[in-house]
């Protein structure tokens, strides 16, 4: 084999017609770009949203509501899971690496546990947010919580 017999994979080539080719092709010409205007210009580019003029949709649709741009989004977890966890695995201390590995939580998630289901087990738990009723379940079990 040498770089004389070298041919495409079967497939991976398709015959589009070469524009700007001369008349002979049936793209010469104007090359398939119509007469003038910008858009048969070389260069032409239009801003993403731009509606030739119109008003953008975007500026017409009325905007509402509020977004906080210091919100913080937690991963929300229920006893429930984490007893079943605790369970499956025979744990006595639940911390992020253990949720982690579960594939309960991704690696750079805030972790809120949440007061949802039953707990049976004495275990240590460690997040960054308890709600009232979780803390109050862990610690009723003489559990403890710890907020990273």
Same mark, same amino acid.
Do not use: C, W
């Given at each position: ?34 007469? @003038?205007?910008? @858009? ?69 998630? !805030? ?10 087990? @004495? ?8 709600? @009232? ?6 610690? !009723? ?8």
């Amino acid at each position: 084999m040498d770089l004389s017999n070298l041919k495409p994979a079967e497939g991976s080539t398709h015959s589009e017609k070469r524009i700007g080719r001369g008349q002979g092709s049936g793209h010469g010409g104007t090359s398939t770009r119509g007469h @003038k205007g910008a @858009k048969s210009r070389s260069g032409y580019k239009t801003r993403r949203g731009f509606e030739g003029g119109q008003m953008p949709l975007q500026r017409v649709v009325p905007k509402s509501g509020f977004k906080n741009i210091n919100r913080k989004e937690f991963k929300a977890i229920n006893l429930d899971s984490i007893q079943e966890l605790a369970e499956n695995l025979k744990l006595t201390v639940i911390d992020e690496n253990t949720l982690v590995e579960a594939g309960l939580a991704s690696k750079r998630d !805030k972790i809120k546990i949440l007061g949802d289901g039953v707990l049976t087990l @004495k275990l240590d738990v460690k997040a960054h947010a308890f709600s @009232k009723r979780a803390k109050e379940t862990i610690e !009723k079990l003489e559990g403890t919580t710890e907020i990273l």
